[in-house]
């Protein structure tokens, strides 16, 4: 048996898809400690985890990036909280490790601080990642860029511009987040996002092959495991079973990011459409809207309990957006390459 410490920011969308992983590790006979934001401990202590909340400074995440009144002000703004917080994870995890003496340390990818202390600790650490792997490959355009993969001189010349304006600028303003910490903890200078990620024992990125651009280069340190299915057990709703496909889904953030125009414009543009459609708005009020007939808005809705209906998606992009939901739910994507079968549900349960 090994004891293992998990500790994730305190955003839902970065929790969520780990559980399934935490819960078989403890059902293997593993003994399992999660630190987590203080909204989600009982839920998370009721699906038989211990579970403790994060240190009372940064023990909740209010983002303000939705303030930003342009793309790179909100990116800013999100690095500066995510260095903010950076100190105090470190010194919470620390405590933790004294405190429980860990075998594992399992990180989720926003929490900095807390990766600079793994990787000072000597223990064997994994970064969990249910985001986009940002990592640079051969085979694939830079990150965050959506752009096609193309192999020509022209396309790699392409490539290696827009990374240096790209990755190559946000490498600069990370680094001068983290690195007078890192430097307060013995550990390397961050300089560039490869290095942060590989510093790791293992990368475990909860999503799958026809969800990343073909590659030949992965390092042996990144393992798809599928999608993390977990959420808070609910009942169906009575309405969903009154509700006939084809359905749509519309999704806004588990946490405040001033996305009511996502509902607001689902309500108008699907307005007698001969379709049903749920949003689920969850730190917007859904009695704020006035919806057509066929568009049900409430709060908080399972995803899980809807995407079995379900014929298209709209969402926010956030966190373990329904990217990371099921493979079923995009059964005509390609896997790696023909021939090859796409990995699934390592992750479940």
């Given at each position: 048996?090994?004891?293992?410490?998990?500790?994730?920011?305190?955003v839902p969308g970065r929790l969520y898809p780990l559980v399934a992983t935490l819960l078989e590790l403890a059902d293997?006979?593993?003994?399992?400690?999660?630190?987590?934001?203080?909204?989600?401990?009982?839920?998370?202590?009721?699906?038989?985890?211990?579970?403790?909340?994060?240190?009372?400074?940064?023990?909740?995440?209010?983002?303000?990036?939705?303030?930003?009144?342009?793309?790179?002000?909100?990116?800013?703004?999100?690095?500066?909280?995510?260095?903010?917080?950076?100190?105090?994870?470190?010194?919470?995890?620390?405590?933790?490790?004294?405190?429980?003496?860990?075998?594992?340390?399992?990180?989720?990818?926003?929490?900095?601080?807390?990766?600079?202390?793994?990787?000072?600790?000597?223990?064997?650490?994994?970064?969990?990642?249910?985001?986009?792997?940002?990592?640079?490959?051969?085979?694939?355009?830079?990150?965050?860029?959506?752009?096609?993969?193309?192999?020509?001189?022209?396309?790699?010349?392409?490539?290696?511009?827009?990374?240096?304006?790209?990755?190559?600028?946000?490498?600069?303003?990370?680094?001068?987040?983290?690195?007078?910490?890192?430097?307060?903890?013995?550990?390397?200078?961050?300089?560039?996002?490869?290095?942060?990620?590989?510093?790791?024992?293992?990368?475990?990125?909860?999503?799958?092959?026809?969800?990343?651009?073909?590659?030949?280069?992965?390092?042996?340190?990144?393992?798809?495991?599928?999608?993390?299915?977990?959420?808070?057990?609910?009942?169906?709703?009575?309405?969903?079973?009154?509700?006939?496909?084809?359905?749509?889904?519309?999704?806004?953030?588990?946490?405040?990011?001033?996305?009511?125009?996502?509902?607001?414009?689902?309500?108008?543009?699907?307005?007698?459409?001969?379709?049903?459609?749920?949003?689920?708005?969850?730190?917007?009020?859904?009695?704020?809207?006035?919806?057509?007939?066929?568009?049900?808005?409430?709060?908080?809705?399972?995803?899980?309990?809807?995407?079995?209906?379900?014929?298209?998606?709209?969402?926010?992009?956030?966190?373990?957006?329904?990217?990371?939901?099921?493979?079923?739910?995009?059964?005509?994507?390609?896997?790696?390459?023909?021939?090859?079968?796409?990995?699934?549900?390592?992750?479940?349960?």
């Amino acid at each position: 048996m090994s004891r293992f410490l998990a500790y994730v920011d305190a955003v839902p969308g970065r929790l969520y898809p780990l559980v399934a992983t935490l819960l078989e590790l403890a059902d293997r006979g593993h003994d399992v400690t999660v630190k987590a934001g203080i909204d989600d401990i009982e839920r998370l202590r009721s699906a038989g985890l211990h579970a403790e909340p994060l240190a009372p400074p940064i023990e909740r995440f209010e983002p303000d990036d939705w303030k930003a009144r342009t793309r790179f002000g909100a990116l800013m703004s999100g690095l500066r909280q995510f260095g903010e917080r950076a100190r105090a994870q470190a010194s919470d995890l620390a405590q933790t490790i004294e405190r429980e003496h860990p075998d594992v340390l399992f990180i989720d990818e926003g929490a900095w601080g807390a990766a600079a202390v793994a990787e000072r600790s000597g223990l064997p650490w994994a970064y969990s990642l249910v985001s986009a792997l940002p990592l640079t490959s051969r085979d694939a355009p830079p990150f965050g860029l959506g752009l096609r993969p193309r192999h020509d001189r022209i396309g790699r010349l392409r490539d290696r511009v827009a990374r240096q304006l790209t990755l190559g600028s946000l490498e600069r303003v990370v680094a001068r987040q983290l690195n007078g910490l890192r430097a307060e903890l013995g550990v390397p200078p961050f300089t560039t996002i490869d290095a942060c990620y590989l510093a790791a024992s293992l990368i475990i990125s909860y999503t799958a092959e026809p969800f990343e651009y073909p590659r030949t280069d992965w390092p042996e340190k990144v393992r798809l495991v599928g999608p993390g299915l977990w959420e808070p057990p609910a009942e169906p709703p009575a309405w969903l079973a009154d509700i006939k496909p084809p359905l749509v889904l519309v999704t806004c953030s588990t946490l405040f990011q001033n996305d009511r125009k996502i509902a607001q414009i689902a309500c108008e543009a699907f307005d007698g459409e001969p379709f049903d459609v749920v949003i689920t708005t969850v730190e917007i009020d859904p009695a704020t809207f006035t919806p057509p007939a066929n568009v049900r808005v409430e709060r908080f809705v399972p995803h899980s309990l809807v995407l079995d209906h379900a014929a298209c998606v709209v969402c926010h992009a956030g966190m373990a957006s329904p990217r990371n939901r099921s493979p079923t739910a995009c059964p005509s994507l390609p896997s790696r390459s023909a021939g090859t079968s796409p990995k699934w549900p390592v992750a479940s349960r």
